[in-house]
């Protein structure tokens, strides 16, 4: 009888210690399970050389020339002049890589460069170029180990000269498709010899002299004035897929852009694979959720199990929160993270929470089957909608929708995307995690 009591005693300890570890011992289950999350690559310096492209139109000074009476530009950022040279400065002190410039077909090293950004001497074409540009920077970028930085505020123009000629101001435009197909040849040229794109949107106030509309001011624009603050330029980073995401993850883009359109994304060998743990709160019915079966018996002790003292369990909607370590998104990862999940076997999901893991409620315990393995994929829209920073009629709409807006950009970026098939549809899978529900 004494033997009796004595077994029922250390029973009653035995499920009271289990019981204790599962509710205070962390709430931790599941830590033996893998989630792939994006991966930080090693870098072996893959950037050797940078060549920076200034756009030297007339139109470009204006970022840079605060000179004049007008009060408002007196105290003027030139942010132009100083996210480049903290761009360049980056690629030199964090790369050690060469850098170069080039205006006008004329050859500057770093300094030279940004002493002709400082006095205005380096700007003295006509029209942005876009096309031709590019065509340069697909020159430069050879390899795996040169980049080219394009400098522009990214104007699609034939010229005034151009207007004049054909006699029509709206000549730009009547042939913005002309102007679109011009650029999309070029990024088909970069694509076909495997070059990536990241353009890199900045604004900067603006000394307005050289400001000038699709019509090239021969139709004034009476919102000239107000436009001049928030203007936008753009750098264009065209290389390959290893150098631009160097850079990236290296923090050579200087922070304080408002925008970033790219080709890059991410591809299964961009993953890598973490543990994860999962808990429940205090007040949850604890049950069992955890890792697919083992294939060698002798990791059955790793499968995940947890007691239950709840009497509503089967009708209760249950809490699980995953953690795993952190991890950083590349910078051309738009932040909109949509989950895909079973509907039948998830009532919600949240988003990543510090990209570090998410919360899911599940469906209620008696709903569930008794086995099911549930895959869980995070992914984010590598078509990025271009809308708020483009804009095809800067003389006849008000200056609120012009301000921060760049003329004929949205053929820019449409060229982009045709030439590279990115379609609204396509996703970058950022986050991948697999787990079981067991009832037992």
Not at 175 to 185: G, Q
Not at 235 to 249: D, H, P, Q, R, Y
Not at 325 to 331: D, G, S, Y
Not at 359 to 381: A, H, W
Request: some cysteine; charged content about 20%.
């Amino acid at each position: 009888m004494k033997n009796k009591v004595l077994y029922i005693v250390l029973a009653v300890i035995a499920a009271a210690a289990l019981i204790t570890i599962f509710r205070n011992g962390g709430g931790e289950y599941g830590s033996k399970a893998e989630v792939s999350v994006p991966a930080t690559h090693s870098s072996n310096n893959v950037v050797k050389a940078v060549t920076l492209l200034i756009d030297n139109s007339g139109s470009m000074r204006g970022y840079t020339d605060f000179s004049g009476n007008k009060p408002q530009f007196k105290h003027s950022k030139k942010a132009l002049l100083s996210i480049t040279g903290d761009l360049m400065a980056n690629c030199n002190n964090i790369l050690q890589a060469n850098s170069s410039a080039i205006c006008s077909g004329k050859s500057y090293t770093l300094e030279q460069a940004l002493t002709s950004l400082s006095d205005y001497s380096a700007f003295s074409g006509p029209i942005t170029e876009v096309d031709k540009l590019i065509a340069v920077a697909a020159d430069k970028a050879v390899g795996d180990s040169s980049v080219s930085v394009l400098v522009s505020d990214m104007i699609l123009s034939y010229g005034k000269t151009t207007l004049l000629t054909k006699k029509d101001n709206f000549y730009n435009a009547h042939a913005l498709s002309d102007l679109k197909t011009n650029v999309r040849n070029r990024f088909q040229q970069l694509k076909n010899a495997g070059k990536e794109v990241l353009i890199v949107k900045y604004q900067s106030d603006f000394n307005g002299n050289y400001y000038y509309n699709h019509t090239e001011n021969i139709v004034p624009n009476v919102y000239k004035d107000s436009l001049m603050a928030d203007r936008p330029f753009y750098f264009m980073i065209v290389g390959s897929k290893a150098a631009l995401n160097e850079m990236c993850e290296r923090n050579c883009i200087p922070a304080g852009y408002t925008d970033i359109f790219t080709t890059l994304s991410l591809a299964e060998n961009d993953l890598k694979t973490e543990s994860y743990s999962v808990s429940q709160p205090e007040e949850q019915p604890q049950w069992i959720l955890g890792n697919p079966k083992p294939k060698d018996e002798s990791k059955a002790a790793d499968r995940i199990f947890s007691v239950s003292m709840s009497r509503n369990i089967k009708t209760t909607q249950s809490q699980f929160t995953f953690t795993f370590a952190p991890f950083a998104l590349p910078i051309y990862i738009n932040q909109n993270i949509t989950p895909t999940f079973d509907e039948t076997i998830l009532s919600s999901v949240s988003p990543l929470i510090g990209n570090a893991g998410f919360t899911l409620t599940t469906q209620p315990y008696s709903q569930l089957p008794k086995e099911k393995e549930v895959e869980i994929i995070f992914t984010s829209p590598r078509y990025k909608e271009f809308a708020t920073s483009s804009i095809d009629d800067d003389i006849n709409i008000n200056a609120e929708n012009l301000q921060g807006r760049t003329w004929g950009f949205n053929a820019v970026i449409e060229a982009l995307y045709e030439a590279y098939n990115i379609t609204d549809s396509d996703v970058n899978r950022i986050v991948d995690l697999k787990f079981n529900v067991l009832k037992k």
